[in-house]
Protein backbone atom coordinates (compact mmCIF):
# COMPACT_ATOMS: atom_id res chain seq x y z
CA UNK A 1 0.00 0.00 0.00
CA UNK A 2 1.06 3.52 0.16
CA UNK A 3 2.96 5.23 2.56
CA UNK A 4 2.14 8.29 4.61
CA UNK A 5 4.54 9.59 6.82
CA UNK A 6 4.43 11.97 9.99
CA UNK A 7 6.58 14.27 11.44
CA UNK A 8 7.89 14.58 14.51
CA UNK A 9 6.69 11.21 16.24
CA UNK A 10 6.59 12.84 19.36
CA UNK A 11 6.93 16.35 20.39
CA UNK A 12 6.59 17.40 24.22
CA UNK A 13 6.41 21.31 24.77
CA UNK A 14 5.84 24.08 27.22
CA UNK A 15 2.01 25.38 27.83
CA UNK A 16 1.52 28.42 25.22
CA UNK A 17 3.74 27.37 22.35
CA UNK A 18 2.42 26.32 18.82
CA UNK A 19 3.77 23.23 17.38
CA UNK A 20 3.42 21.97 13.62
CA UNK A 21 3.03 18.36 12.45
CA UNK A 22 3.87 17.33 9.21
CA UNK A 23 1.94 14.65 7.28
CA UNK A 24 3.34 13.50 4.03
CA UNK A 25 2.62 10.95 0.87
CA UNK A 26 5.52 9.45 0.15
CA UNK A 27 4.41 7.48 -3.08
CA UNK A 28 1.15 9.52 -4.30
CA UNK A 29 -0.40 12.68 -4.71
CA UNK A 30 -3.07 12.80 -1.88
CA UNK A 31 -5.69 15.53 -2.89
CA UNK A 32 -6.93 14.94 0.10
CA UNK A 33 -5.82 14.47 3.56
CA UNK A 34 -7.78 13.85 7.33
CA UNK A 35 -6.45 15.17 10.20
CA UNK A 36 -7.50 13.05 13.45
CA UNK A 37 -7.12 12.87 17.60
CA UNK A 38 -7.12 9.92 19.68
CA UNK A 39 -7.53 10.14 23.32
CA UNK A 40 -6.43 7.20 25.17
CA UNK A 41 -8.92 4.22 25.37
CA UNK A 42 -10.86 6.58 22.87
CA UNK A 43 -11.49 5.94 19.20
CA UNK A 44 -9.72 8.08 16.37
CA UNK A 45 -12.13 11.70 16.00
CA UNK A 46 -11.69 12.79 12.93
CA UNK A 47 -10.87 16.61 13.59
CA UNK A 48 -10.78 17.94 9.79
CA UNK A 49 -10.52 17.25 6.07
CA UNK A 50 -7.90 18.99 4.14
CA UNK A 51 -8.54 19.48 0.49
CA UNK A 52 -4.81 21.24 -1.69
CA UNK A 53 -5.52 24.45 -2.51
CA UNK A 54 -8.47 25.15 0.10
CA UNK A 55 -9.38 25.75 3.06
CA UNK A 56 -10.21 22.93 5.77
CA UNK A 57 -13.23 21.77 6.23
CA UNK A 58 -13.47 20.87 10.47
CA UNK A 59 -15.37 18.79 12.22
CA UNK A 60 -17.94 20.54 14.94
CA UNK A 61 -16.52 21.26 17.94
CA UNK A 62 -12.96 22.04 17.14
CA UNK A 63 -11.30 25.16 16.70
CA UNK A 64 -10.27 26.23 13.40
CA UNK A 65 -7.76 29.03 14.82
CA UNK A 66 -6.40 26.68 16.92
CA UNK A 67 -6.13 23.91 14.79
CA UNK A 68 -4.53 25.64 11.94
CA UNK A 69 -4.36 23.15 8.33
CA UNK A 70 -2.35 24.11 5.20
CA UNK A 71 -2.49 21.80 2.51
CA UNK A 72 -0.30 23.39 0.26
CA UNK A 73 0.83 20.62 -2.33
CA UNK A 74 -0.20 17.12 -3.05
CA UNK A 75 1.86 15.43 -0.86
CA UNK A 76 2.22 17.22 2.08
CA UNK A 77 -0.62 18.69 4.71
CA UNK A 78 0.44 20.28 8.49
CA UNK A 79 -1.26 20.84 11.43
CA UNK A 80 -0.59 23.48 13.77
CA UNK A 81 -1.97 23.37 16.96
CA UNK A 82 -1.29 27.20 18.38
CA UNK A 83 -1.21 27.97 21.91
CA UNK A 84 -0.72 24.52 22.91
CA UNK A 85 -2.14 24.38 26.36
CA UNK A 86 -2.03 20.55 28.57
CA UNK A 87 -5.45 19.21 27.21
CA UNK A 88 -4.49 19.58 23.70
CA UNK A 89 -2.03 16.10 24.68
CA UNK A 90 -2.89 13.73 22.51
CA UNK A 91 -2.18 11.18 19.70
CA UNK A 92 -2.60 13.15 15.97
CA UNK A 93 -3.00 10.79 13.15
CA UNK A 94 -3.01 12.31 9.61
CA UNK A 95 -4.71 9.85 6.47
CA UNK A 96 -4.02 10.74 2.84
CA UNK A 97 -6.42 9.38 0.42
CA UNK A 98 -6.32 9.82 -3.67
CA UNK A 99 -9.72 10.94 -5.45
CA UNK A 100 -11.93 8.96 -7.00
CA UNK A 101 -10.29 6.04 -5.06
CA UNK A 102 -12.24 3.66 -3.40
CA UNK A 103 -13.18 3.86 0.68
CA UNK A 104 -10.97 1.95 1.20
CA UNK A 105 -8.10 3.96 -0.04
CA UNK A 106 -7.38 5.99 2.67
CA UNK A 107 -3.91 5.51 3.95
CA UNK A 108 -2.78 6.60 7.48
CA UNK A 109 0.13 8.00 8.69
CA UNK A 110 1.97 6.73 11.78
CA UNK A 111 0.71 9.25 14.06
CA UNK A 112 2.74 11.81 16.37
CA UNK A 113 2.01 11.91 19.95
CA UNK A 114 1.94 15.47 21.35
CA UNK A 115 2.33 15.92 25.28
CA UNK A 116 1.70 19.90 26.50
CA UNK A 117 3.30 20.30 30.12
CA UNK B 1 -22.36 10.41 20.57
CA UNK B 2 -20.54 7.36 20.08
CA UNK B 3 -22.17 6.53 16.52
CA UNK B 4 -19.39 2.97 16.27
CA UNK B 5 -19.32 0.81 19.38
CA UNK B 6 -16.99 -2.09 19.93
CA UNK B 7 -17.88 -2.95 23.82
CA UNK B 8 -15.32 -5.37 24.47
CA UNK B 9 -11.82 -3.57 24.67
CA UNK B 10 -9.99 -6.78 24.84
CA UNK B 11 -9.79 -10.26 23.51
CA UNK B 12 -7.80 -13.18 24.34
CA UNK B 13 -7.48 -16.21 22.24
CA UNK B 14 -5.22 -18.99 21.72
CA UNK B 15 -3.08 -19.90 18.71
CA UNK B 16 -5.50 -21.47 16.04
CA UNK B 17 -8.91 -20.60 17.31
CA UNK B 18 -11.60 -18.41 16.18
CA UNK B 19 -11.17 -14.45 16.92
CA UNK B 20 -14.34 -12.79 16.69
CA UNK B 21 -14.36 -9.23 17.05
CA UNK B 22 -17.78 -7.38 17.52
CA UNK B 23 -18.93 -3.78 16.41
CA UNK B 24 -22.18 -1.89 16.88
CA UNK B 25 -23.31 1.08 15.05
CA UNK B 26 -26.41 3.63 15.57
CA UNK B 27 -26.88 5.50 12.51
CA UNK B 28 -28.78 3.66 9.70
CA UNK B 29 -27.33 6.08 7.12
CA UNK B 30 -23.76 3.79 7.32
CA UNK B 31 -23.75 1.95 4.29
CA UNK B 32 -19.79 0.95 3.87
CA UNK B 33 -17.85 -0.69 6.71
CA UNK B 34 -14.42 -1.05 7.22
CA UNK B 35 -11.62 -3.01 9.60
CA UNK B 36 -8.44 -1.60 10.71
CA UNK B 37 -5.36 -3.36 12.26
CA UNK B 38 -3.37 -1.00 14.35
CA UNK B 39 0.17 -2.01 15.80
CA UNK B 40 1.22 0.20 19.24
CA UNK B 41 3.43 3.54 17.61
CA UNK B 42 2.12 3.15 13.76
CA UNK B 43 -1.10 4.03 11.73
CA UNK B 44 -3.65 1.87 11.13
CA UNK B 45 -3.73 -0.28 8.07
CA UNK B 46 -6.66 -1.36 6.13
CA UNK B 47 -7.97 -4.97 6.73
CA UNK B 48 -11.05 -5.98 5.29
CA UNK B 49 -14.61 -4.01 4.36
CA UNK B 50 -18.07 -4.43 3.51
CA UNK B 51 -20.76 -2.58 1.69
CA UNK B 52 -24.47 -2.68 3.18
CA UNK B 53 -25.40 -4.53 0.17
CA UNK B 54 -23.54 -7.70 1.52
CA UNK B 55 -23.68 -9.73 4.65
CA UNK B 56 -20.48 -11.42 4.15
CA UNK B 57 -17.11 -10.51 2.81
CA UNK B 58 -13.87 -12.69 3.25
CA UNK B 59 -10.36 -12.24 2.65
CA UNK B 60 -8.13 -15.09 3.84
CA UNK B 61 -8.39 -15.84 7.58
CA UNK B 62 -10.59 -12.59 7.48
CA UNK B 63 -14.46 -12.76 7.30
CA UNK B 64 -16.59 -9.79 7.93
CA UNK B 65 -20.06 -10.00 8.56
CA UNK B 66 -23.03 -7.67 8.59
CA UNK B 67 -25.94 -7.90 10.22
CA UNK B 68 -28.15 -4.75 9.15
CA UNK B 69 -31.21 -5.51 10.95
CA UNK B 70 -29.78 -5.57 14.20
CA UNK B 71 -27.24 -2.44 12.96
CA UNK B 72 -24.05 -5.05 14.26
CA UNK B 73 -20.60 -6.56 12.31
CA UNK B 74 -18.32 -8.69 13.32
CA UNK B 75 -14.84 -9.65 11.89
CA UNK B 76 -13.65 -13.11 12.24
CA UNK B 77 -10.19 -14.06 11.77
CA UNK B 78 -9.61 -18.16 11.67
CA UNK B 79 -6.95 -19.62 12.64
CA UNK B 80 -5.81 -16.45 14.74
CA UNK B 81 -1.95 -16.20 15.14
CA UNK B 82 0.02 -14.45 17.55
CA UNK B 83 1.12 -12.01 14.59
CA UNK B 84 -2.72 -10.48 14.89
CA UNK B 85 -2.33 -9.40 18.02
CA UNK B 86 -3.11 -5.96 17.93
CA UNK B 87 -6.08 -3.06 18.52
CA UNK B 88 -8.48 -3.73 15.73
CA UNK B 89 -10.60 -0.46 14.57
CA UNK B 90 -13.87 -1.01 12.88
CA UNK B 91 -14.98 2.12 11.34
CA UNK B 92 -18.19 3.39 8.97
CA UNK B 93 -19.26 5.61 6.57
CA UNK B 94 -21.70 6.57 4.23
CA UNK B 95 -22.20 8.53 0.95
CA UNK B 96 -23.66 11.02 2.64
CA UNK B 97 -20.67 12.16 3.86
CA UNK B 98 -19.41 14.29 1.39
CA UNK B 99 -18.70 12.03 -1.83
CA UNK B 100 -15.22 11.07 -2.32
CA UNK B 101 -14.05 12.33 1.10
CA UNK B 102 -15.50 9.57 2.63
CA UNK B 103 -15.48 10.64 6.32
CA UNK B 104 -14.82 7.72 8.36
CA UNK B 105 -16.39 6.99 12.60
CA UNK B 106 -14.26 4.92 14.22
CA UNK B 107 -15.12 2.86 17.50
CA UNK B 108 -13.13 2.53 19.93
CA UNK B 109 -11.04 -0.86 19.09
CA UNK B 110 -10.39 -3.69 20.86
CA UNK B 111 -6.94 -5.54 21.83
CA UNK B 112 -6.85 -8.61 20.58
CA UNK B 113 -3.80 -10.86 22.10
CA UNK B 114 -3.44 -14.06 20.51
CA UNK B 115 -1.66 -16.69 22.81
CA UNK B 116 0.79 -18.78 21.49
Known amino acids: GAVVSQHPSRVICKSGTSVKIECRSL??????MFWYRQFPKQSLMLMAT?????????EQGVEKDKFLINHASLTLSTLTVTSAHPEDSSFYIC?????????????FGPGTRLTVL | DQQVKQNSPSLSVQEGRISILNCDYT??????FLWYKKYPAEGPTFLIS?????DKNEDGRFTVFLNKSAKHLSLHIVPSQPGDSAVYFC???????????????FGTGTLLAVQP
Open chain 1, 27 to 32: DFQATT
Open chain 2, 27 to 32: NSMFDY
Open chain 1, 50 to 58: SNEGSKATY
Open chain 1, 95 to 107: SARVLAADYNEQF
Open chain 2, 91 to 105: AATSALYGGATNKLI
Open chain 2, 50 to 54: ISSIK
